[in-house]
């Protein structure tokens, strides 16, 4: 079981001072004390963790620990690519998060950024006869981290 968390909401999932973090502490207890994973990479998701120093130091530390794992840098960027080119003249920022979730076959994703929404969940992003990726928001969605979106994950490094 495994889930994208956009670097958005990274604090709000692993800082218990912050304000958001009841929402999403749910997500933090399955990654650290359950079965659940964190899923994530390419160039710009790097790019964009490695601005929050201390969140890109425990994600090492999960991933050393198995409770995180990384995609092929490589293939998330050429989806990236091909992604951004699709949505030329849209509001869609978030082509490196659709390409992980695509990539990896990654079924949650974790965000505050609701413009996301239908971007993340339309179909032509993913291969035919794949379920949809699942957003959790808040504590609402904590019945996503279960057995039900668990999938073996593809191209990790």
Sequence with gaps: MSIVVDVNAIVPVFNENDLSHKDFAPVREWIIKGRGRLVFGGTKYKAELKKTIRYARLIRR????????EVHQDMVDERE?????????TDCDDQHLIAILSVSGCLLFCSQDRRADKFITDRRWYSKGRRRPRIYRSIKNRNLLSQRFLVKLQHLV
Excluded: F, N, P, Q
């Design 81 to 89: 690519r091909e992604i951004v080119t699709e949505t030329v003249g």
């Design 62 to 69: 999960l991933k050393d620990a198995g409770k995180a794992c």
